[in-house]
């Protein structure tokens, strides 16, 4: 039981090494992603464009606008995401080894437990990411009063929940990664990040949508997320569900080898201080 203890403590300081670096190899083209996903059409050509004007008009730190949210909350959604993750494969079995199924299994839990994290510390982000430096943008602590103010914890702090437990339950990162480990922890953060976005996309532009808007969604969660997806549709075509998409890839590579490379490189090192 002791063990077990330790295992997780340490888990939780690797995921907190590990999301800290993700969040800084990894920002500037997640502003990039998800003004290419929010931003009013026309507004910009694409990727590229994104960056020009946003260099242009706002500057280079621009870039990193939203940090705070991710960089204040990743060390516990990735501390969260590893731990519940490690305690998923205790849970389900005993053994070192699992199965394909089991991994997959222990994944969805652990993607479900993080959106609990993960939900109010994205929606801040976007919200932050969606101001385009005009004299009305608002600092990070102005918007969470004005949300917390306005809409209360469940509409407002934890807009797009549950689209954002979907998406984190579909592409279960623990069975990318155990698969692949045995190219090292760059090749496995590498290659997860990529099937992650693969499989999720169009519900991160959905959720991305939600966040940002003035109104909660309304009707049960199926519904508002199936009604953004036919929205996007309807506006965008097929197309728009995978708006963004390339910057998200291009992110994905550093960004996650970045996390894992962190997180296994810390994790080693607790484990031979602890002996756990």
């Not at 590579?253 to 090192?269: M, N």
Request: aromatic share 10%; with cysteine.
């Amino acid at each position: 039981m002791k063990q077990n203890t330790q295992a997780t403590i340490n888990e939780l300081i690797a995921g907190s090494v590990g999301g800290a670096a993700q969040v800084l190899v990894g920002q500037p083209l997640d502003t990039i992603k998800t003004r290419a996903q929010i931003a009013p059409k026309g507004m910009f050509k694409g990727p590229m464009d994104i960056l020009k004007q946003t260099l242009r008009n706002e500057g280079f730190f621009a870039l990193y606008k939203g940090m705070a949210s991710p960089l204040l909350g990743i060390a516990g959604v990735n501390s969260l995401l590893f731990a519940a993750y490690g305690t998923s494969k205790r849970i389900i079995s005993p053994f070192p080894h699992l199965s394909l199924k089991e991994i997959a299994l222990a994944g969805a839990m652990a993607g479900a437990a993080n959106a609990i994290l993960a939900s109010p510390v994205e929606m801040f982000k976007v919200r932050m990411q969606g101001q385009y430096g005009a004299a009305t943008d608002k600092r990070l602590s102005a918007v969470v009063s004005e949300m917390w103010k306005d809409w209360g914890f469940r509409k407002g702090v934890m807009r797009g929940y549950w689209v954002t437990v979907a998406r984190e339950i579909l592409p279960t990162l623990g069975f990318i990664r155990e698969q692949i480990y045995q190219y090292g922890p760059l090749a496995s953060g590498s290659t997860g990040g990529i099937a992650y976005w693969l499989a999720c996309y169009p519900l991160d532009v959905a959720k991305s949508r939600v966040q940002l808007r003035n109104t909660p969604p309304s009707g049960t969660p199926v519904q508002y997320i199936a009604h953004e997806l036919k929205t996007i549709v309807h506006e965008s075509g097929l197309a728009g569900l995978f708006r963004g998409l390339t910057p998200s890839l291009l992110r994905s590579i550093p960004a996650a080898a970045s996390t894992f490379a962190a997180f296994e490189l810390t994790r080693e090192y607790l484990e031979k201080a602890t002996g756990v």
